[in-house]
Structure formats: structure tokens, C-alpha cells
């Protein structure tokens, strides 16, 4: 038995309590529940309300209605959704996570390049070879891939970050609209980016952790991308070694990124419109984002690589906010490449 709010995981071996525990999925009171079901003791309950897989219902809520869910942050949330966050990310679970290769004693991997579809192929080479010169953006897109190790001798500068986030993150526009729920619905506001972002929610927030920069102190800041400034958070020493030791061994690196963005979400924002596709949708946009960093950072002459691991926990503990409200869905390793020897820096 598990929940994404909890911090535990809990094996069930007897089915008395297997069933016990299954008609708990309704609210009811403790002295009817024990009666009723000669439950065998208020030490388990206790336990699972320690854990969080259990909750009081507060005053005024209404037995069976979803907003009773112990915590309103998590009304927003599709119960999948949180699953799925919880699951893969560091933090509040305890599965092996990452590259374990895990079917390739079952099977070969797929190839790399998919197999051609029958019929008669059109080809396209002699119509490229017909067109114009590569434009800029062309030959940016194939100067682009990963870098992951960084010359320290040579940190990355403050301005050289400001160029980045001013050319990738910064708030191009703020406006209000009525929402597409009708003459009745509410008004949204709106603040568009440089993305593409699903519904424009632009729920993404950057966060760095700044090992060494200059003209920054090393810390943890929050990026004020309607500001375009950095502001400095309080985080406990350990966590931000932490923090980038980890982004360190997540992409193989000789030592640890010069910068670290952190990308973190505003789950609500997307939430609060869509269902069953929200956290899919944010997804999607951290990795157009990435994708922008990318080029972003090769275009200032920059190096940077994008990280799939995050550790939900210790953000919370960084920032205050509460895992369901805020809380990181991807990282991007920035600082001042070594040029790779090969054409294989994707790999990861």
C-alpha cells in the first residue's frame, strides 16, 4: 500500500487487514469503523496517520468529496499524476532509479535507426542539396550537444548567465484574458517566455545552484524571470553539495557543474485546468525548455547538458515549498565546456 503524499511504503501479508484497510477508502468515524469491522487495533491506524497515507478530515469538510483530501494543494492534483512524479524522482521513493539496464538480460536493444517501411521511398537529399546555404539557426542546431565537463580554470562569468536566462527564461509579455469558460469564468492571467509552453501556463521556474561564477557568490537563487534577477535563498550547506555531487554522477562528470539549473514547476498552474494530461503537458515543456538552454548556451559560447534525475525532497528543504506545490521536473548543467574528443557527448 502506498500514496504519493506519503513517506512510506507498507506490505500488507494479512488479508484481515488488507480488508480492513480497503474500506477505509470512505471516510468514517473510528468508534463505527472498529465496531463494525473488529478492526484488531488503533496502532496501525496511527501508524499509516504518522505516514500521511491516512488523514483526519478537518472541520466542515464533506464526507466522499475530493477536495477532502488532507491537504487542498493536492485538490490540483490527478492521482496518477502525483504517482508518476513521486516515482520518478529522487527524494520520496525508494526504487532503484536510472540507467540499470534492467531488460537486457530479456531481450537486445532496439536499434538505433528505425527499420524502412516498405514501399518506394521519395528522396530528399537532392532537394536539399538544391536549397539554400544553412542559416544560422541550421548551424547552431549542429553545433549543439552536450557537454558535461567543465574548465574550472575558467568558471563561467555573471554576465554570461544574465545573457542566457535574458535570452532563454525572461518574461516577454504580461497580459489578463478571460478564460474559455464562458461569460461566467474567471479571468487568467498570462506572462509569455521564449518557449512554446502547453496552454500558455509557462509554470516553470528556474532555480540555480551556483558552484562557482564570476561575480556570484556561490548559493542557491531563484530566477525572477519577470525581474530578470537573481534572488538568494537560504539553503543548508549539505544540500547544495549535495546537490550538484549529484548532478555530478547523474551525467558521469569529472567534478561537479560550474552552475546547476534546477527546473522546477508550478504544478497548479497547469493543473488547474487540465486533467489527466497535466503533468504530461509539463513535461513536455521542460523539455522544449532544455532544448533552449541548449542553444541558447552554444550560441554565448557556453557548454551545457541536460540532466533526467531530480530529488524532490531536498528541494522542499532548499526552498520551504511543499513537494505538490513547487517542486523541481528537470536540471540543466551550465558552465565553460571542454570540447569533447568524440561526437558521442549525448550519450548518458
Same mark, same amino acid.
Request: aromatic share 10%.
Given at each position: 500500500m502506498e500514496s504519493p503524499r506519503a513517506g512510506a511504503l507498507f506490505r500488507i501479508a494479512d488479508p484481515k487487514i488488507a480488508a480492513a484497510l480497503?474500506?477505509?477508502?470512505? $471516510?468514517?468515524?473510528?468508534?463505527?469503523?472498529?465496531?463494525?469491522?473488529?478492526? $484488531?487495533?488503533?496502532?496501525?491506524?496511527?501508524?499509516?496517520?504518522?505516514?500521511?497515507?491516512?488523514?483526519?478530515?478537518?472541520?466542515?469538510?464533506?464526507?466522499g468529496l475530493r477536495p477532502s483530501e488532507g491537504d487542498p494543494n493536492l485538490v490540483l492534483w490527478d492521482f496518477h499524476d502525483l504517482l508518476f512524479h513521486t516515482h520518478s524522482t529522487e527524494g520520496r521513493q525508494a526504487n532503484p532509479l536510472g540507467g540499470l539496464y534492467s531488460y537486457s538480460d530479456l531481450m537486445a536493444p532496439l536499434p538505433a535507426v528505425r527499420s524502412p517501411w516498405p514501399g518506394q521511398a521519395i528522396d530528399l537529399n537532392s532537394a536539399s542539396a538544391a536549397a539554400t546555404a544553412p542559416s544560422p539557426f541550421a548551424t547552431l542546431l549542429d553545433a549543439r550537444h552536450s557537454i558535461r565537463d567543465f574548465d574550472d580554470g575558467h568558471p563561467i562569468a555573471l554576465g554570461e548567465v544574465a545573457t542566457l536566462l535574458q535570452t532563454a527564461?525572461?518574461?516577454?509579455?504580461k497580459w489578463t484574458a478571460p478564460s474559455d469558460m464562458g461569460e461566467d469564468g474567471p479571468e487568467v492571467s498570462y506572462a509569455a517566455r521564449p518557449y512554446p509552453s502547453g496552454g500558455a501556463?509557462?509554470?516553470?521556474?528556474?532555480?540555480?545552484?551556483?558552484?562557482?561564477?564570476?561575480?556570484?557568490?556561490?548559493?542557491?537563487?531563484?530566477?525572477?524571470?519577470?525581474?530578470?534577477?537573481?534572488?538568494?535563498?537560504?539553503?543548508?550547506p549539505q544540500d547544495l553539495d549535495g546537490q550538484l555531487s549529484d548532478a555530478e554522477f547523474a551525467i558521469g562528470a569529472s567534478g561537479v557543474p560550474q552552475i546547476l539549473i534546477v527546473i522546477a514547476a508550478r504544478f497548479g498552474r497547469v493543473s488547474w485546468k487540465y486533467s489527466s494530461v497535466a503533468y504530461s503537458l509539463i513535461l513536455k515543456d521542460v523539455g522544449v525548455l532544455m532544448q533552449t538552454l541548449y542553444l541558447a548556451a552554444t550560441d554565448i559560447g557556453l557548454g551545457g547538458c541536460a540532466i533526467g534525475t531530480n530529488n524532490i525532497d531536498r528541494f522542499a528543504r532548499m526552498t520551504g515549498l511543499e513537494f505538490s506545490v513547487e517542486g523541481p521536473v528537470g536540471q540543466f548543467a551550465l558552465g565553460r565546456g571542454i570540447t569533447p574528443s568524440s561526437d558521442d557527448s549525448d550519450l548518458g
Open positions: 480497503a474500506a477505509l477508502s470512505t $471516510p468514517q468515524k473510528i468508534s463505527r469503523y472498529r465496531k463494525e469491522r473488529g478492526f $484488531p487495533g488503533l496502532e496501525l491506524l496511527g501508524l499509516l496517520m504518522d505516514c500521511q497515507i491516512l488523514f483526519k478530515l478537518r472541520e466542515g469538510d464533506t464526507d527564461a525572461r518574461v516577454r509579455a501556463a509557462y509554470e516553470l521556474e528556474l532555480y540555480l545552484a551556483v558552484n562557482t561564477c564570476e561575480g556570484l557568490a556561490r548559493g542557491f537563487y531563484h530566477y525572477d524571470a519577470d525581474r530578470h534577477a537573481l534572488t538568494p535563498i537560504e539553503a543548508r
